[in-house]
């Protein structure tokens, strides 16, 4: 996508005419589908070469070796502040994204250490400052994955403030998950061309969501005692709910929303086969490749299955709320 800096670069150049840059700026970001379809693949624009990986592994470094210093108490607000600095360098003036993640949560680390204890009261407000910390950084460098932390540590702080044990109630996981899915849906809602920055923090929050409404949901329903689901047979209802929950990915065009939940299907679908299968040798390998000629025929034909499924949904009202049913495949729109 044409940044408005690089059209001032070409002005700078001669290439264009300075009073063109913002009416050619607004003209490519108001095209048809035709002309921005590539970003509708749920692009990855946190990185753009093998140098931001490169960046990304110093930083990694440096927050571990700073770790296994003698640094201790609010002495690491030091490293911290350090990081805000590396952020202003990398991330406001360079505009590197990947790395600016490695920074944001190295800051978020060291910010949490300096400030918690062992006692419940002190974590609740380390969550709380790790909520804002993210807050603010998404103020000052944009960047869409400081949604992330900053809900993570919102469902965190609901959970402790609850007071129950979330892995006995997973009821609790369920409600956090509906809650941050629906944001992440109000974000798409307003970028259902999946051009902007709207776009790029639902991605990040439907994968907050995925597994808290997975692991949420479905240990709710098999260990409830409702006696209309006491009576189905727990097989059929783990099939039935990652059937309902894979169409409702497909509906919002969101994959991100099933490679977050791939580790717990395997896991239900294993059990599953070894609980009604006397050879259970070769279950996890069957369980593999069943799963990996799903990724490749979906990972190829999502968009044709998609408008297959839902096309009896096409011109109704629920449709403004996410992409185009009627997109096509990159391949066939190249």
Known sequence: ?????????????????????????????????????????????????????????????????????????????????????????????????????????????FVFKAITSDNETSTLFGFAI??????????????PFSHLPLAA????????????????????????????????????????????HLSDSGFWLHLLASPLLVHGLMLSMLTSEQAWLSVLNKEV???????????????????????????YMIYAVTQILRNNSANTEDIVIFVLIALGMFVIYFGAYWYKTRRFVFSFLAGKAITRYVPDLNIQDVKARA
Request: aromatic share 14%.
């Open 1 to 109: 996508m044409i940044t408005k800096s690089s059209l001032e670069k070409a002005a700078e150049k001669n290439i264009i005419q300075p009073d063109q840059i913002e009416p050619l700026y607004q003209f490519l970001h108001e095209q048809p589908s035709d002309m921005v379809s590539d970003s509708r693949e749920e692009p990855l624009r946190f990185i753009r070469s093998f140098g931001d990986i490169f960046i990304t592994m110093g930083v990694i470094f440096l927050m571990i070796s700073i770790n296994l210093t003698s640094v201790s108490g609010l002495s690491y607000f030091i490293p911290a502040a350090m990081f805000v600095l590396l952020a202003e360098w990398l991330v406001h003036r360079r505009r590197l994204a990947l790395p600016g993640m490695a920074i944001l949560l190295s800051i978020l680390f």
């Open 130 to 143: 790790i909520a804002v910390t993210s807050l603010l950084f998404y103020y000052r460098y944009k960047m």
């Open 153 to 196: 540590s919102l469902v965190a702080m609901f959970v402790i403030m609850l007071d129950v044990d979330a892995f006995k109630n997973p009821i609790v996981f369920a409600v956090s998950g509906i809650i941050v899915f629906s944001v992440a849906m109000w974000f798409d809602s307003r970028d259902t061309e999946r051009v902007s």
């Open 237 to 263: 209802m783990i099939l039935c709910f990652f059937a309902v929950f894979f169409l409702t990915a497909l509906f919002v065009d969101r994959r991100a929303m099933l490679i977050s939940t791939q580790l």
